[in-house]
């Protein structure tokens, strides 16, 4: 049986495991010099124990599963490449409060629960459209992600011991987190910081003031009546961790084979089932590297490597779909990833652009009605809107972002869905990265303060209001406006 050889991983081609991605085509690769050094960082990876859970992942599928039947809204935001700098106390809280504050408005809006996973403890590596880029008239290899090699052109040599880096900066990241949300970070009996100072329309700040007016009194009756005093919903909340699954010899060191946590999301022992088929109902394959993981645009390929890794994990996965993914592509994805039709297992991360959802979008979400599977569609607004200004400057326009999302909702709900959640690039920091919003931001100003290293990002500001804008709409739906 023909065997392939990837950075030194071996595997039959037609069985699947942690390793059997190697027999295909991989898009996206890393290709490293040093093998010995590779195998090494790897060998030191498969030996620490994981970053999340079992329990955990299943927790975040149940929660996802409410989300794919319309009774929970997803809310998806972090850095768009994080880097290792960005594990630092501040970074995280605001971060995480960002979040907090954003899953309340869409609370108030939706009237339903909103889930939280941050694009955070691991979102390091990022694909690109070409391996290597001109640096002062040098051809130099790509910047791919703090996890592969460095932002400095002295140091873009894809280095072996990065990937365990990557590790420990991700569990240092997600310790502090559950620290701090056990701690109190999340507690809103403290008061939170709705600073509308920023907003320059008159009418505009008296409808957010007014939606802020709302949240506040509910929590303030809540907290009057001890509404929260049996299960502490007031002092804490869930949040789940993502991030691409590009290098798959790092996802392949933390996926696991581990029993599967009560309850059971699996068929119960039949008395004419083998030891073996036994043993694979109550158990399966955890990449325990993040509680979420997305193929990404670029890597979607329905015989290529990533696909084939991410067939057998038993986590809650995510697919980029955009405007090249034709319907019959779509399904057979689905078909591929989600053979058991679990409603939630798949999140749909839709990515057109502003001026290419209402010609792209109907014809996907047709197909899979028709289909039997569930999946949660999630609009991703950032990727499509992507411009280069005239200086030379990456940017995204505010109204282009929150175009997407308007036509998502009015599509979904035309055709007689639902928009499941939404998926941004953002960030808690004061940057000027995106154009447009309240505050005015215009291209003069993206100088300010624009301090990514891949795309640009909504800032505190933008990501809040985007919020508000979404919530109104989820409002107006609910209340049949």
């Known amino acids: 049986m023909e065997k392939t050889k990837v950075n030194g991983f071996r595997k039959d081609a037609n069985v699947w495991s942690p390793s059997s991605w190697t027999s295909k085509p991989i898009k996206q690769a890393v290709i490293y010099e040093d093998q010995e050094a590779v195998e090494k960082s790897l060998a030191k990876l498969r030996r620490l124990p994981p970053i999340v859970t079992p329990t955990e992942i299943i927790k975040l599928k149940n929660s996802l599963k409410d989300v794919a039947l319309g ?133 505009i700040k008296a409808q957010y003031s007014q939606i802020v007016t709302s949240i506040t009194d509910s929590l303030r009756f809540m907290r009057t009546v001890g509404a929260d005093s049996a299960n502490n919903a007031l002092q804490t909340v869930d949040l789940f961790t993502s991030h691409e699954g590009l290098l798959l010899e790092y996802e392949q060191a933390l996926t696991r084979r581990s029993k599967h946590p009560f309850p059971r999301h699996i068929t119960p022992r039949r008395p004419s089932m083998s030891t073996s088929a036994v043993q694979n109902a109550e158990e399966g394959w955890y990449n325990l590297s993040a509680h979420f993981l997305w193929i990404g645009d670029r890597t979607r390929a329905l015989d290529g490597a990533h696909v084939e890794y991410f067939r057998g994990l038993a986590n809650p996965i995510g697919v980029k779909v955009g405007p090249s993914m034709t319907s019959p592509e779509l399904l057979q994805l689905l078909d591929i990833l989600d053979p058991h039709h679990e409603p939630g297992k798949i999140t749909l991360i839709t990515r057109y652009g502003a001026s290419r959802i209402s010609s792209l979008l109907p014809d996907h979400v047709k197909a899979v009605q028709q289909s039997s599977h569930i999946p949660i569609w999630q609009c991703d607004p950032m990727h499509g809107n992507t411009i280069t200004t005239p200086a030379g400057v990456k940017t995204r326009r505010f109204g282009d972002i929150f175009e997407e999302l308007s036509q998502a909702l009015r599509i979904h709900k035309d055709m007689g869905g639902f928009l499941g959640g939404v998926h941004l690039e953002l960030t808690g920091e004061a940057v000027t990265e995106c154009t447009g919003g309240s505050e005015g931001l215009d291209e003069k100003g993206l100088e300010a303060n624009y301090t990514t290293f891949c795309d640009p990002r909504l800032n505190e500001k933008q990501a809040l209001e985007l919020a508000f804008l979404i919530a109104g709409s989820l409002r107006e739906e609910e209340n049949g406006e």
Not at 103 to 113: D, E, F, H, Q, T
Request: charged share 20%.
């Open 71 to 203: 009774k929970a809204f997803l809310l998806q935001g972090g850095d768009c490449a994080e880097l290792f700098d960005y594990c630092e106390e501040n970074a995280i809280d605001s971060k995480i409060k960002l979040l907090l504050q954003m899953s309340l408005v869409l609370i108030w809006g939706a009237s339903k629960p909103v889930v939280r996973i941050a694009r955070m403890a691991g979102q390091f590596a990022k694909p690109r459209s070409s391996p290597t880029e001109m640096i002062n008239g040098v051809s130099t290899p790509s910047f791919r992600g703090d996890n592969i090699n460095g932002f400095s052109p002295d140091e873009r040599k894809p280095d072996p011991a990065r990937l365990v880096s990557a590790y420990f900066h991700s569990a240092t990241t997600l310790n502090y987190a559950r620290a701090s949300l056990s701690s109190g970070l999340a507690d809103l009996h403290s008061p939170l910081d709705w600073d509308l100072g920023h907003v320059q329309s008159a009418r």
